[in-house]
């Protein structure tokens, strides 16, 4: 099946700064989604990305995927406490969804 | 908002007893619903598919004779933990995603997720 790869695995960063976490595809997707876990929560939806060079925004986070909708990438500007958690990619087929490995993301006040 | 409702949240069992786990879709209708686990500062590995009225599809390395769904109705599915070990202690979750266009609105396709289930076999 479809397999994505997450990078990176783990990143620090001090709150206000900013964070990416890219997504790739040795195939071409038809979408792409992209979760949220909170620690100790479970994963709640956050974006669907279906067209070619499609970015779309939701406040300070920005998703992309790629011409050749092999990648997919999320950019979070201005970090706060409040982006902690786990970051996850994956190609959302109607019958199924298969998540990367997740990026977690750690912000230091 | 489509609401997927998991039950238990916690349980702690004794080795070589069952579990059974329930995931009810609230205000929607699920004929497909997904069982994932996860282990600490892992990813969710998806277990299964259940499907209302039909046997459930394993992924591959997933022992359906310990890990018995059933999807007896539209808005209930259970994983049944049998025999379970410490091995299984894990985090169990399910997730859905509604039939109809009307519960995700357009454009917005994404899969809803219980609040999962923590299992310690001791």
């Known amino acids: 099946g479809q397999q994505v790869m997450q990078i990176p695995q783990y990143q620090h960063v001090q709150e206000g700064e900013d964070f990416t976490t890219y997504c790739n595809s040795s195939?071409?997707?038809?979408?792409i989604q992209w979760y949220k876990q909170r620690p100790g929560g479970h994963p709640v939806f956050l974006i669907q990305l279906v067209k070619s060079g499609e970015v779309k925004k939701q406040k300070r986070l920005t998703f992309q995927f790629g011409e050749a909708k092999k990648n997919s990438s999320l950019h979070i500007t201005a970090t706060q406490t409040t982006d902690v958690g786990t970051y996850f990619c994956?190609?959302?087929?109607?019958?199924?969804?298969?998540f990367g490995a997740g990026t977690r993301l750690a912000v230091h006040p | 908002g489509a609401v997927v409702s998991q039950h238990p949240s916690r349980v702690i069992c004794k080795s070589g007893t069952s579990v059974k786990i329930e995931c009810r879709s609230l205000?929607?209708?699920?004929?497909?619903m997904f069982w994932y686990r996860q282990f600490p500062k892992q990813s969710l590995m998806l277990m299964a598919t259940?499907?209302?009225?039909?046997?459930?599809?394993?992924e591959q390395g997933v022992e359906k004779d310990k890990f018995l769904i059933n999807h007896a109705s539209l808005t209930l599915s259970t994983l049944t933990v049998t025999s379970a070990h410490p091995e299984d202690s894990s985090f169990y979750i399910c997730?859905?995603?509604?039939?109809?266009?009307?519960?995700?609105?357009?454009?917005?396709?994404?899969?809803?997720f219980g609040s999962g289930t923590r299992l310690t076999v001791v």
């Open positions: 994956g190609p959302g087929g109607y019958n199924k969804l298969i």
């Open positions: 195939t071409t997707l038809s979408n």
């Open positions: 997730s859905a995603r509604g039939g109809q266009d009307r519960d995700f609105p357009r454009g917005n396709y994404g899969y809803t």
């Open positions: 205000d929607f209708q699920a004929t497909t």
């Open positions: 259940s499907n209302e009225g039909s046997k459930a599809t394993y």
